[in-house]
């Protein structure tokens, strides 16, 4: 079975910085995308950024381009979400999910409807 498990949310001061993990199990496949999602309260979920399994590519939503780095590590099957200089609109409970690819050099797209797999979710809270 399939799952994704988050962790590293917390407190942090704005222009701090934190990193999100998601471990991933239950799956062989090297064709596979991971997203990174996040939902404010009164909001709907937005998606943050991907990454591929298989070529590494990286896709970033406008708000985070230049402050958050997604990254992978095949032999743990986890994925990273670096976040710096966060910003109070940075507030969310942050999920990653997870998608097979359809062919070795797809392109990820952090849209949610193209995620079947969902963790739990963390709670990254930007505030003094």
């Known amino acids: 079975q399939l799952q994704l498990v988050e962790s590293g949310g917390g407190l942090v001061q704005p222009g701090g910085s934190l990193r999100l993990s998601c471990a991933a199990s239950?799956?062989?496949?090297?064709?596979?995308?991971i997203g990174w999602f996040r939902q404010a309260p009164g909001k709907e979920r937005e998606g943050v950024s991907c990454?591929?399994?298989?070529?590494?590519?990286?896709n970033y939503a406008d708000s985070v381009k230049g402050r958050f780095t997604i990254s992978r590590d095949n032999a743990k099957n986890t994925v990273y979400l670096q976040m710096n200089s966060l910003k109070p609109e940075d507030t969310a409970v942050y999920y990653c999910?997870?998608?097979?690819?359809?062919?070795?050099?797809?392109?990820?797209?952090?849209?949610?409807?193209?995620?079947?797999?969902w963790g739990q979710g963390t709670q990254v809270t930007v505030s003094s």
């Open positions: 999910a997870f998608s097979f690819a359809p062919t070795f050099q797809a392109m990820c797209v952090p849209s949610t409807y193209a995620y079947r797999y």
């Open positions: 239950g799956f062989t496949s090297d064709y596979y995308f």
């Open positions: 990454i591929s399994g298989s070529t590494s590519s990286t």
